[in-house]
């Protein structure tokens, strides 16, 4: 299978607890999105990076909230001291990213779904 | 951010008929994408428009990128059983460089 993946599928934690994730994007895409999705609404934009570089970082990523890529291929990231607010399916999504490109669809991952107790 | 409003947000229909759905926004978007999601799963992408104007098809899907930037919509034809899921706009804006999402039209297909 070529396409994005994530790991775990579903993740259930106890408040408090830190819990991390993971995508691995297609293999030449260079950029990698990650999302946050909440029952019966779409998906809203967390952060991205373009190769290893975090470039952009959305007001819902709190300071509890870190994204890393270091080596521009997978990705991680990471809820420390989870509240039950942050109960969602974190979505995954990589483009091409080319250089110069004025178009980046994006395909998404299968998704975490994380539920904090 | 950006909002986009996109209707009807649920919709139920007999198999065979055909579905439109819309999405529009104050703002005006470089790229249209319509996507799909089944319960439990990640959104897959039907289609994507790249030109003001721009009408593509994909089978039974046919999606189009209004003139005035500010506005696509999907329609598909014969509906069957399985189109039954959740169906997204996402429109991008090229200074912000990330995709804004619709809140979904729920399309349930009666057999």
């Known amino acids: 299978d070529t396409g994005v993946s994530q790991n775990p599928r579903h993740k259930i934690t106890k408040r408090g607890q830190n819990v991390t994730f993971r995508c691995d994007p297609i293999?030449?895409?260079?950029?990698l999105y990650w999302y946050r999705q909440t029952l019966g609404q779409g998906p809203e934009f967390l952060t991205y990076?373009?190769?290893?570089?975090?470039?952009?970082k959305s007001r819902l990523l709190s300071d509890r909230f870190s994204a890393e890529r270091p080596k521009g291929s997978f990705s991680t990231l990471e809820i420390q001291r989870t509240e039950q607010g942050d109960s969602a399916m974190y979505l995954c999504?990589?483009?091409?990213?080319?250089?110069?490109?004025?178009?980046?669809?994006?395909?998404f991952g299968p998704g975490t779904r994380l539920t904090v107790l | 951010g950006q909002q986009l409003n996109q209707s009807p947000q649920s919709m139920f229909i007999q198999e065979g008929e055909d579905v439109s759905m819309n999405c529009t926004s104050s703002?005006?978007?470089?790229?249209w994408l319509w996507y799909k999601q089944d319960p439990g799963e990640g959104p897959v992408l039907l289609i994507a428009?790249?030109?003001?104007?721009e009408l593509t098809s994909n089978g039974r899907l046919t999606a189009q990128f209004g003139i005035t930037r500010k506005d696509s919509f999907l329609n598909i034809s014969a509906s069957i059983p399985s189109d039954v899921g959740i169906y997204f706009c996402?429109?991008?804006?090229?200074?912000?460089?990330?995709?804004?999402f619709g809140s979904g039209t729920k399309l349930n297909v009666k057999p």
């Open positions: 999504a990589s483009s091409l990213g080319a250089s110069g490109s004025l178009t980046d669809t994006q395909y």
């Open positions: 293999s030449e895409h260079n950029r």
């Open positions: 990076f373009q190769n290893e570089a975090q470039l952009e």
């Open positions: 703002s005006i978007f470089n790229t």
């Open positions: 428009l790249y030109k003001a104007g």
């Open positions: 996402a429109g991008l804006q090229y200074n912000f460089n990330k995709f804004y």
